[in-house]
């Protein structure tokens, strides 16, 4: 994996967060996911093809999750 991944998470808003983060992509992979669960699964993967996650971006609110189970390690 050559470009470390910034996975941005929201559910209203994740098409702004998408354009916002676009700039980055010459220097990170950017992978949006709709809630909690869809952002622990691309770490999962970034993590089993042995690559580390650069950033999370977690908006306060996600519809599948509270913001701080959400940051748990777990």
Not at 23 to 31: I, K
Not at 38 to 44: L, P, R, T
């Amino acid at each position: 994996m050559n470009n470390p991944p910034i996975i941005p998470a929201s559910g209203d808003n994740l098409d702004v967060l998408e354009q916002q983060f676009w700039r980055y992509t010459r220097e990170y992979e950017v992978r949006c996911a709709p809630t909690a669960a869809g952002a622990k699964a691309e770490a999962a993967d970034v993590i089993a093809s042995g690559g580390q996650v650069a950033l999370f971006v977690l908006e306060s609110e996600l519809p599948d999750r509270e913001i701080y189970p959400a940051i748990a390690k777990r």
